[in-house]
């Protein structure tokens, strides 16, 4: 029994990978410094409310923004990413492997 040629298709599989690896890596860092921004964002509502100058209706946030929190809404955030990123690519394997490594890494 002979093995099937996987010369053509080792590129693919390499770029795919690599390109998931970037995107996953880029991903995290951007995603760290949204955090900080929110983060920040928050202390400035902070002093900007204990100075009197603006009032923050916190069970109202927290009522708008716990249904994007949830689970499912999660798990179809992710799956609409994975979806988009991998569109019309011939090594969209690749690219997800590489790019859970470069979520990891990042």
Do not use: C, H
């Not at 951007?30 to 920040?40: D, K």
Request: net charge neutral.
């Amino acid at each position: 029994m002979e093995l099937p040629d996987l010369t053509p298709y080792l590129g693919q599989m390499t770029f795919g990978g690599l390109a998931g690896y970037a995107v996953g890596y880029a991903l995290k860092k951007v995603g760290r410094l949204l955090a900080i921004a929110l983060g920040l964002l928050f202390v400035a509502l902070q002093l900007l409310a204990q100075a009197g100058y603006v009032e923050v209706d916190w069970t109202r946030i927290q009522r708008d923004v716990e249904p994007l929190l949830q689970q499912p809404g999660l798990k179809g955030l992710w799956e609409r990413l994975v979806s988009t990123l991998t569109y019309n690519l011939p090594f969209g394997a690749s690219f997800v492997g590489g790019l859970v490594l470069g979520l990891r890494a990042g």
